[in-house]
């Protein structure tokens, strides 16, 4: 897989940085959450505007028809600003999986509006139970006359503050397999609760009462919605774990731009071999990260399911891993000033410690690259 950028992706690259680095600066990012926003509606237009938001959906709904590729130099580049609006979670997430369990007419109905920025969709997948994986579902979603009628919670869902509807992981009785249901925000019986995260963005747990919705609502076929849901969270890790390579880059550049200013001894401390050392152990867990990135991307375009399920799982663990790592020496070298809030750094290791533990933690995808590998010896 040729992992050089076109032109396009070049292009694209550059205005993202450019977008960051002048229009979301760390002043204007700290006013947004002590105003307790998670991004604003005139920011997510901009995106829209520029194609962010449909750059890896096919034309045929409104998109570029670009690749994943596209998405981790968006998540990447939005990454070294901690962007607070839910790229990831509305774009990336629910977008795909959208696009893989969806009939023909609900994706003609559907994908245009998330490209443009006018409907904005959120996949509520995890519960208490599953820790952010996609098993086990105990949400339930009973056939009635004309619909189906949902009870349940969800948890930790991504994108859900100002989203008009949710992708719901639900299990039928009597049907085996996961099913997926598009259900409104504003249905009766649904009850949202807004959560602050660690990091300063926010997610929601939803409850669903008796959730009444029509037989429209099913996603593609009833018990089947598993491997939809499965590609859509291979998207959305990928595209996490680019974010978290954005974060590691910054904080690098940050880092290095202190020791060489900050003095002891009359020298910048850049210039002992100690803290060199550390700045080189950072930078090699760069680009192990990065690399492994790449594998991933490779596995989503060439890999069965199940080697890509591992693969994705692996790359999870490895730069969520990374990221802390590289983001905790960041505050180690900058001393005091790197735990104060006041300063950027230490948001950087925010955002490693919550995404550690979004789309399930690395302990878990550790144990689910161990599950596979059991299974193929034993095959």
């Known amino acids: 897989m040729d992992f050089e950028f076109t032109s396009e992706q070049q292009l694209l690259q550059d205005s993202l940085r450019r977008y960051v680095d002048k229009a979301y600066s760390f002043e204007a990012r700290t006013a947004q959450l002590n105003a307790g926003t998670e991004g604003g509606a005139d920011n997510w237009a901009l995106f829209a505007a520029n194609g962010w938001l449909m750059a890896a959906l096919p034309e045929a709904y409104g998109g570029l028809g670009g690749s994943l590729v596209d998405t981790v130099i968006i998540a990447q580049e939005l990454g070294r600003g901690l962007v607070l609006e839910p790229f990831m979670g509305c774009a990336v997430l629910a977008a795909q999986t959208l696009l893989a369990a969806g009939s023909e007419a609900q994706k003609a109905r559907l994908l245009p509006q998330l490209a443009d920025g006018t409907y904005r969709l959120a996949l509520a997948f995890s519960e208490a139970g599953?820790?952010?994986?996609?098993?086990?579902?105990?949400?339930?979603?009973?056939?009635?006359?004309?619909?189906?009628?949902?009870?349940?919670?969800?948890?930790?869902?991504?994108?859900?503050?100002?989203?008009?509807?949710?992708?719901?992981?639900?299990?039928?009785?009597?049907?085996?397999?996961?099913?997926?249901?598009?259900?409104?925000?504003?249905?009766?019986?649904?009850?949202?609760?807004?959560?602050?995260?660690?990091?300063?963005?926010?997610?929601?747990?939803?409850?669903?009462?008796?959730?009444?919705?029509?037989?429209?609502?099913?996603?593609?076929?009833?018990?089947?919605?598993?491997?939809?849901?499965?590609?859509?969270?291979?998207?959305?890790?990928?595209?996490?774990?680019?974010?978290?390579?954005?974060?590691?880059?910054?904080?690098?550049?940050?880092?290095?731009?202190?020791?060489?200013?900050?003095?002891?001894?009359?020298?910048?401390?850049?210039?002992?071999?100690?803290?060199?050392?550390?700045?080189?152990?950072?930078?090699?867990?760069?680009?192990?990260?990065?690399?492994?990135?790449?594998?991933?991307?490779?596995?989503?375009?060439?890999?069965?399911?199940?080697?890509?399920?591992?693969?994705?799982?692996?790359?999870?663990?490895?730069?969520?891993?990374?990221?802390?790592?590289?983001?905790?020496?960041?505050?180690?070298?900058?001393?005091?000033?790197?735990?104060?809030?006041?300063?950027?750094?230490?948001?950087?290791?925010?955002r490693a410690i919550v995404a550690d533990l979004l789309l399930g933690s690395s302990d878990s995808h550790e144990a689910a690259c161990a599950a596979l590998l059991q299974a193929q010896l034993r095959a």
């Open 130 to 350: 599953s820790r952010g994986m996609p098993l086990p579902v105990t949400l339930r979603a009973e056939r009635h006359a004309g619909g189906f009628r949902l009870s349940g919670h969800k948890s930790l869902v991504l994108g859900a503050v100002g989203a008009k509807a949710f992708i719901v992981s639900a299990q039928i009785p009597q049907e085996p397999g996961i099913s997926l249901l598009l259900v409104e925000a504003d249905r009766p019986g649904l009850k949202c609760q807004t959560l602050p995260l660690h990091d300063g963005t926010w997610v929601q747990s939803l409850h669903f009462d008796g959730v009444e919705v029509d037989a429209q609502a099913l996603l593609g076929e009833a018990g089947q919605g598993l491997p939809a849901l499965r590609q859509g969270l291979a998207h959305g890790i990928v595209a996490l774990c680019a974010e978290l390579i954005g974060g590691m880059e910054k904080t690098i550049e940050v880092t290095a731009d202190y020791l060489k200013v900050r003095q002891q001894f009359g020298v910048p401390i850049g210039t002992f071999q100690a803290l060199q050392h550390r700045m080189a152990d950072m930078a090699a867990e760069l680009e192990l990260a990065r690399s492994s990135l790449h594998v991933a991307l490779a596995s989503l375009a060439n890999d069965d399911d199940i080697t890509r399920d591992k693969t994705v799982s692996g790359c999870k663990m490895l730069i969520c891993r990374a990221a802390k790592f590289v983001c905790g020496q960041g505050i180690q070298l900058h001393g005091g000033i790197g735990m104060t809030e006041e300063y950027l750094v230490g948001h950087y290791y925010k």
